[in-house]
């Protein structure tokens, strides 16, 4: 293999994507390992190399003296085809061998449009696509991550599922396997007992029946093993979950080149358009002595010059100011940089502005996703105009020249006026620039107003929404190009058809599969990237599969209907997610958890800092 890679890497774009041998890698003797498992993120190296799922899974089971788990990435086209010329399968970057001949290939699936790549991956390996086709016990392929929350559009082509957080169901499944192996069990063996662990799915034990309208009529276990809902895992110690000393540190540049800790799971605000608000529930956090150890760790061993605190919202932690204050200790006499995304509107003070200060001067970014208060209010968004007025006059004050601003189009409820309300909200905010003293303002100013379109998503309130088809997006988009009259709001509108395959294969049902399959069959993957999306492919795909796209992006879906994922329990309860719909179209808020339990469904013993309305020692 290796002989063969020397000879096609120069002739591939980046070839240092495609050799391993990183500083940080995992090379082991596999005469000496029991175990191995392709972790594949199915999009290519410099996307997946910044995913911190795979950093803290590929650390965790590598841990293991006799398991080897080694990085995949999906290869940009060029290379994929000197692979196919050279008869090169798909390989893992530690030990260049052919995944085909691992015991496990695990996908995380990250977003809906990587679907196909998942699909040419398998077939890239020489493997069949069809999890019935693939008759032996190995690979058995996993598939992971926020999108396993409704897999079922990709049902056909996994062994099985892990739901929720990975880090201890993924070394009882290899610790079950390990144990079976010796008796070389079937697939099938091996399959009834891996249903048994608490958060896998194995899609091939349950039948789903329809109604004559087409909906889901019932979901059934076919075999005694299986349970009729499965439950995801949580961590509930997050201070005591496993967490990596070192990363791999590639040699060429990818999306987030920086060290990265994790400093919570989950979100306390409950806005009803965001799925991983709900599916990464509750809300647990570290406190501050591990998020500095891990930190030091980090830079240390890696040498990065920069580290992120990741989370859904970082000034969420309960002691973000202390946590800063201790941080820049380390930083500060390191010369290390502390960025920190995902930063509130309503969180921000002058405080936490001087701590971020060293971070980036010229421009904050926040997300207000509606124009007007009432549709903040509709999305539960819990920020007032007032707030959002506050904190870009304060950044403005210390210097800050440019403010990005994120919405949606297409929301539930929305209005022309509340289209309006974005430019109008935008000039208010300009007019803060010109407001504030020469002598504290920088020299110039700019607005970037970007707009997507809202797309229902399992496991929220908005999941009974339908979404706004393509001749609403565009009108909405000229209605507010029309209300933008100042150069010094920079307009950019993303309308596209990827907008409306996520919708699909968000709330598709198992029989979205044979369009998935058809589409692959034409040529779609990398449909996450503009220059390779083929929609007309996909168009024909549906048509031929007898999939309509408008019964699962644009239709209203009642409170009763069986969704083609009520099968999975995420513990968020789905009488609460029908009480926040229908305060949604009231126009009504709910406070965060902080404020007070909502009874969402999450059980204290979750380890969650608010749950059961009270608030726990971290």
Not at 187 to 211: C, H, M, Q, W
Not at 365 to 394: H, S, W
Not at 432 to 444: A, I, N, V
Request: hydrophobic residues 35%; contains cysteine.
């Amino acid at each position: 293999m290796k002989n063969k890679l020397e000879k096609i890497l120069l002739k591939a774009t980046k070839p240092a994507r495609y050799i391993g041998g990183e500083i940080g890698s995992v090379v082991k003797d596999r005469d000496k390992v029991d175990v191995r498992f392709a972790f594949c993120f199915p999009d290519t190296y410099d996307v997946g190399m910044s995913h911190l799922g795979m950093k803290i899974l590929y650390g965790l089971k590598n841990q293991v003296p006799n398991w080897w788990c080694e990085r995949v990435f999906m290869p940009e086209k060029d290379f994929e085809t000197l692979m196919r010329e050279n008869d090169i399968p798909l390989y893992g970057l530690e030990s260049l061998d052919p995944i085909k001949d691992f015991d496990f290939i695990g996908f995380t699936l990250q977003y809906e449009l990587s679907y196909n790549n998942v699909l040419q991956m398998l077939d890239l390996a020489g493997l069949p696509v069809l999890a019935k086709d693939r008759k032996s016990l190995t690979p058995l392929v996993v598939g992971g991550g926020p999108c396993v929350c409704n897999p079922e559009p990709m049902a056909d082509f996994f062994d099985l599922f892990i739901l929720g957080e990975g880090e201890e169901v993924n070394l009882e499944l290899l610790r079950l396997y390990e144990k079976m192996k010796p008796s070389n069990p079937t697939k099938e063996e091996f399959l009834r007992e891996a249903v048994k662990i608490e958060g896998i799915y194995v899609p091939s034990f349950y039948d789903v029946d329809y109604n004559e309208d087409g909906t889901v009529k019932s979901i059934t276990p076919n075999v005694p093993e299986a349970p009729a809902r499965i439950k995801k895992r949580i961590i509930a110690d997050f201070d005591k979950v496993y967490y990596p000393d070192s990363f791999v540190v590639p040699f060429s540049e990818i999306v987030h080149d920086r060290s990265v800790v994790e400093v919570l799971r989950g979100c306390i605000r409950g806005c009803r358009f965001c799925q991983a608000g709900f599916i990464y529930r509750p809300f647990r956090e570290k406190n501050i002595d591990t998020i500095k150890n891990e930190t030091k760790s980090l830079c240390e061993q890696t040498g990065y010059e920069e580290v992120s605190l990741s989370s859904l919202s970082t000034s969420d932690h309960t002691k973000i100011n202390e946590l800063l204050l201790s941080l820049s200790e380390y930083t500060d006499g390191e010369n290390v940089n502390l960025a920190l995304p995902s930063l509130r509107l309503d969180s921000f003070n002058e405080e936490l502005l001087e701590r971020i200060q060293a971070v980036r001067k010229s421009g904050l970014t926040f997300a207000p996703e509606a124009g007007t208060q009432r549709l903040r209010d509709v999305i539960n968004k819990n920020i007032t105009e007032d707030e959002i007025i506050n904190t870009c006059k304060m950044a403005f004050e210390w210097g800050y020249t440019q403010v990005k601003l994120y919405f949606m189009m297409g929301q539930p409820t929305e209005t022309d006026d509340d289209i309006r309300g974005i430019a109008e909200l935008s000039d208010k905010i300009l007019q803060l620039y010109f407001e504030t003293p020469k002598e504290k303002r920088g020299r110039s100013v700019q607005i970037a107003v970007s707009t997507a379109t809202f797309v229902p998503k399992p496991f929220t309130p908005f999941e009974f929404e339908p979404q706004a088809t393509e001749e609403q997006i565009k009108h909405k988009q000229e209605i507010l190009k029309s209300a933008v009259t100042s150069k010094k709001i920079k307009l950019s509108l993303h309308y596209s058809n990827t907008s409306v395959l996520e919708a699909v294969l968000a709330r598709g049902d198992r029989r979205v599969c044979k369009a998935v399959y058809a589409a692959w069959k034409k040529g779609c993957y990398m449909d996450s990237w503009d220059e390779h999306f083929q929609f007309d492919k996909w168009l024909e795909a549906f048509e031929e599969t007898g999939i309509d796209t408008a019964f699962y992006a644009n239709r209203t879906r009642s409170y009763d209907e069986v969704a083609p994922w009520s099968h999975l329990d995420y513990l968020v309860s789905h009488e609460f997610l029908v009480r926040e719909n229908k305060k949604a179209h009231l126009a009504q808020t709910t406070r965060n958890c902080k404020e007070g339990c909502s009874g969402c469904g999450i059980k204290p013993e979750c380890g969650g800092v608010y749950c059961g309305g009270k608030k726990t020692s971290t």
